[in-house]
């Protein structure tokens, strides 16, 4: 397993901008399979993006297609999410999670962070 640690989350306006990073331990990292979750009070947890290993697969939510874009640095041993155009509606608890060699659509993740508290006010 990995551990990881979100950073850069925030209260921001709505129509602006944030960008997550998820700091991951572990020699293996390379062959993780990323993912961003979310969490809004009252609401189930739902998935927002994931990366592939190879940083060539990303698969992204219909709700944040087109405004949030994952990238991942492997050298640098982090994941980011990039949030533009922000809404009120995606104030949420921002959770990163790592599964070995899984493929991007996967919905089960074995490694969680304990996540950045995003708000966007309207």
């Known amino acids: 397993q990995v551990q990881l640690v979100e950073s850069g989350g925030g209260l921001v306006q709505a129509g602006g901008s944030l960008r997550l990073s998820c700091a991951i331990s572990?020699?293996?990292?390379?062959?993780?399979?990323v993912a961003w979750f979310r969490q809004a009070p009252g609401k189930e947890r739902e998935f927002v993006a994931a990366i592939s290993w190879s940083g060539s697969n990303t698969y992204y939510a219909d709700s944040v297609k087109g405004r949030f874009t994952i990238s991942r640095d492997n050298a640098k041993i982090t994941v980011y999410l990039q949030m533009n155009s922000l809404k009120p509606e995606d104030t949420a608890v921002y959770s990163c999670?790592?599964?070995?060699?899984?493929?991007?659509?996967?919905?089960?993740?074995?490694?969680w962070g304990q996540g950045t508290q995003v708000t966007v006010s309207s």
């Open positions: 999670a790592a599964k070995r060699l899984a493929p991007v659509t996967a919905t089960l993740y074995d490694s």
């Open positions: 572990g020699r293996t990292f390379s062959v993780y399979t």
